[in-house]
């Protein structure tokens, strides 16, 4: 019994009140179509502009961090050439001494013969 008393005092005043008709003239609706259409148009435009600038947008971003990889892993090449250079360095130290060559060891064996055989001399009976 409430829900019906509740829809009928509801009712009532739209009944009472209903809502007037406005005239427009023709000229003002096609102008206001023809705008509503132009601004349609234009948003379709700058929808899929905002679309291809997002787009761009991810492809700056993967372009970033692309970037951001090459720059570490030259940075990571960076250090193992040093450390290859610093390699190279301590093998050229322990190598290229100067008494490691060839050419000293046949001298000082020659010089080291020639010193033995004089103090030889010396020590023998004569």
């Known amino acids: 019994m409430k829900y019906l008393l509740v829809i009928l005092l509801l009712g009532i005043p739209s009944i009472y009140y209903s809502q007037d008709t406005l005239r427009i003239p023709s000229e003002e609706l096609e102008e206001f179509f023809l705008s509503l259409d132009t601004l349609r148009f234009q948003d379709s435009i700058k929808t899929v502009l905002i679309s291809n600038l997002e787009a761009e947008?991810?492809?700056?971003?993967?372009?970033?961090n692309q970037d951001s990889l090459i720059i570490d892993y030259k940075n990571q090449e960076i250090e193992l050439l040093n450390e290859q250079?610093?390699?190279y360095i301590d093998r050229l130290d322990q190598v290229d001494?100067?008494?490691?060559?060839?050419?000293v060891g046949v001298t000082g064996g020659f010089v080291g013969t020639l010193i033995l055989i004089r103090t030889i001399e010396y020590t023998l009976p004569q």
């Open 57 to 64: 947008i991810i492809l700056y971003d993967r372009l970033s």
């Open 85 to 87: 250079i610093n390699l």
């Open 97 to 103: 001494k100067w008494y490691n060559k060839p050419w």
